[in-house]
């Protein structure tokens, strides 16, 4: 049995020492790991949430502009669920806008403001309405760009994302040449 | 120099549910909200106030063809000119889910042509 005078004592206690430290930051790290990776997937989910909405809209404004106007309630109703959809698209970026970082968001802003033009733009809610294919596919085509945007902001968030870019990259170059 | 300031509120004073583009198409038009509200208050410049502030809050979502009309018709139909955007004549929101729309009237007045 190692007494406190022994040094064989003072090794057991620095090798405990060790593995505590050693079990402290592992567990550190896991938390931290599991905290970003539930962060990003909760994250990922209001993207996904986000891009179906504008979807969603996108393929009810593109059946909207390629019809004209018609009497009844049909056009109200398409009317009253495209002005839907832009609500629950405003609401799903507002959740998103502050996580990403302002050189993503811009374009998102701007990709949000030609899909809502494409929506509910033009001649939208006129009893005299043609068929406009301007906007059956530039509502289509907005979506298209709001989720390549949405998904690089994301892409964006990921710490030391850039540092791995460019080292893929770099790599890439080396096999190549 | 004084910079005084006359307020319109949607909600307040117009719809909390805009409508579409056109009087004849139904109820608070873009057309009915900028011949009937923001003409007349745009023609009171100078008298009593230098700038006229739209406030969007309460509204509960707009139609891009109630904002072409309302705000890009003034200069269509030469009331103000592209200038006067930003300066005597603003659209202000403090709700976030609204800020869009202030963003859309500024690409509506920036396409818009005399």
Known sequence: MPTPDDPKALFDVWDVMKLAIGTAIGTIATLIHQNFKYRFEELSDRCDDLCRTASNAADLASDYWLSEASEGNGDKLIEARLRGYQSRIMGHWVNLEDRFLEKDATPIRRANVRLFDALTGGEFGSSGRKVDLFRAAEAQDATAELEVLLRRALRNTIPLRSIGTITAQRLKGWSRD | ?114
Do not use: C, Q, W
Request: charged share 30%; aromatic share 10%; proline share 3%.
């Open chain 2, 1 to 114: 120099m004084e910079n005084r300031v006359h307020a319109i509120n949607i909600a307040d004073e117009f719809a909390v549910y805009p409508g579409g583009r056109y009087r004849k198409d139904g109820p608070f038009s873009g057309e009915e909200f900028r011949d009937d509200l923001l003409v007349p208050v745009l023609k009171g410049l100078g008298k009593g106030y230098d700038r006229v502030i739209v406030i969007l809050d309460g509204v509960k979502g707009f139609a891009g063809s109630f904002l072409d009309e309302a705000f890009a018709g003034l200069i269509r139909k030469g009331v103000i000119d592209k200038a006067a955007f930003g300066d005597k004549l603003l659209i202000e929101t403090s709700d976030k889910r609204l800020s869009i729309y202030v963003d859309l009237v500024k690409e509506y007045v920036r396409d818009a042509h005399a």
